[in-house]
């Protein structure tokens, strides 16, 4: 800020921002409030920067910094609120508005926000009272999720090519909210064609083929490919039921009949978008990525915006080393769905932005997605033996008798779990990703499993742990700060902080080209130093094949 005063810095950000050039952008708004941390253009700027590269989440702070600095300005507000309701936090978006109206702010701005907010968030019809026989309840969604969550898991479902899934979510909103707009919108599928209406062959009976979702659902994936074999052979032409077993057979890592079931499929409705990508991921799990971007590539013919084909393509490009190409395809799918957590995070791995984290929806969509194949695919395939070194290395350490309380901080599917359990009193587990938890809970080795944030489970519970173990999980967590702090602070004992990072010789954390974050020992030791931690151990092993070399991690045991 010494060669531009913060009026011209703003003038030229302003510029930068308009031009497209983001990180020019960034870089003078952040030097701005450097020097004036409230500066309310500067923190709505930043808002709506990044917003537009996918960062949502994210940009929350900033518009409520600049309101609490100018609560006077209306586009504040409306960028403030809209946020909000991007992020289904409609309770906050309406809080927000009524705080707007509560200083005068009015106009067609703020119209057409709070019609938005009463379509999303109307109360229930009342049922009208009929004289009729009772009936049994049917389940609702909203029965067991809010109507934000129920939202989000829709949304979810028809982007990840399961749309009959999605359709029950939304019409059992419907159901209550007639006319939640979202749940309307979401109806129509890619190319204008409503959810689980593309299918031009016949279907089993509704309640029937929602039954067989739920049960693929709760993880029972033989007992849901029985069934769809023998429905199969009354209902041949069911793209439904194709598409479900080739979900369930990749699952079970059954990858050439689950293409086979997709390729079925697409002879019945060779327009249904949502098959190509579900093909795609078959092919790329089988590493035929030439193969799965081509299947990308017909989704993004049928309807060209389609965020998740872009954002597949893009991983598959990636992975093939295509870097350019690979961040054309991020950015597309940005510019569809800018709150796209995943592609957001991809592609600032390939650009060298720097994130604090990972998105929570990146990670959990990722080991939801990886947590069938999990165990075999990381301990047989690419020698993982972090959790056996480190149990080992714990007891030695310990030198006999038990270690104790132990918070297993992404546990996964437990495979730290079922080495330490023999060597310890009580042990829970805390996981992002549910359906690694489902696989975690089959083994019977904790006591407790949460969904949940690493830091906000921190934040929250009743820390009394004489171990906090971390293994390969702070590699979708850049910043430690957080986790160190809540530690020292709120455990009610002295304990150990174990864990282990992939080894990096440059300074500080960074995210790499793989999506993942790398701490150097400087960067752990100046967190010791900070927070009162001292090292008793530190060794580096092998840490998993990649590209048929091994990675090295750091291993680290931290007394408080």
Known sequence: ???????????????????????????????????????????????????????????????????????????????????????????????????????????????????????????????????????????????????????????????????????????????????????????????????????????????????????????????????????????????????????????????????????????????????????????????????AIEAYEKAITLDKNYAEAHYNKGIALQEQGNLKEAIQAYNMALSIEPDHASASHMLSSLTGVKNDTAPKRHVEKLFDGYAREFNTRLVDDLGYRIPQLVTNLLVRLHGGGSLGSILDMGCGTGLLGQGLRENCSHIEGIDLSNEMLKHAEKLSVYQKLSQRDISEYLSEANLDFDYFIALDTFIYIGDLTDIFSLIKERNQRSGRLVFSTETTQLDGFHLEETGRYAHSRNYIESLCSEFGYVVSNFSTSKLRKQNESYLSADIYVLDF
Request: aromatic share 6%; net charge positive.
């Open 1 to 291: 800020m010494t060669k531009l005063t913060i009026d011209q810095a703003l003038q030229k950000g302003v510029a930068a921002h308009k031009a497209g050039q983001v990180q020019e952008a960034d870089r003078l708004y952040t030097a701005i409030l450097k020097a004036q941390p409230k500066h309310p253009d500067a923190n709505h700027n930043m808002g709506v920067l990044a917003v537009g590269v996918g960062k949502v989440e994210q940009a929350l702070p900033f518009f409520k910094t600049a309101l609490e600095a100018n609560p006077v300005t209306a586009q504040y507000y409306l960028s403030y609120i809209d946020t909000l309701i991007k992020l289904d936090k409609l309770a906050d978006a309406k809080a927000v508005l009524d705080q707007a109206k509560s200083k005068g702010a009015k106009g067609d701005g703020f119209d057409k926000l709070e019609q938005r907010l009463k379509e999303e968030g109307q109360e229930p019809q009342q049922a009208k009272q009929i004289a009729s026989e009772p009936q049994p309840k049917q389940p609702n969604i909203l029965d067991t999720l809010k109507l934000d969550q129920a939202l989000k898991l829709a949304k979810k479902k028809a982007r990840e090519g399961a749309p009959e899934e999605a359709e029950y979510i939304y019409q059992d909103i419907l159901t209550k909210f007639p006319k939640n707009k979202r749940a309307r919108d979401g109806l129509k599928g890619p190319v204008g064609t409503p959810v689980g209406k593309a299918s031009n062959g016949q279907n089993p009976p509704p309640d029937q083929l929602k039954s067989l979702i739920n049960t693929y659902n709760q993880g029972q994936h033989t007992e849901v490919l029985n069934q769809t074999k023998a429905l199969i052979k009354q209902y041949p032409q069911s793209i439904s039921l194709l598409n479900l077993q080739g979900a369930v057979l990749r699952m079970l890592g059954q990858l050439d009949l689950s293409v086979d079931a997709y390729k079925k499929a697409l002879i019945i409705n060779p327009s249904f978008a949502p098959l190509y990508i579900n093909l795609g991921v078959s092919l790329k799990i089988q590493g035929k990525r030439h193969e």
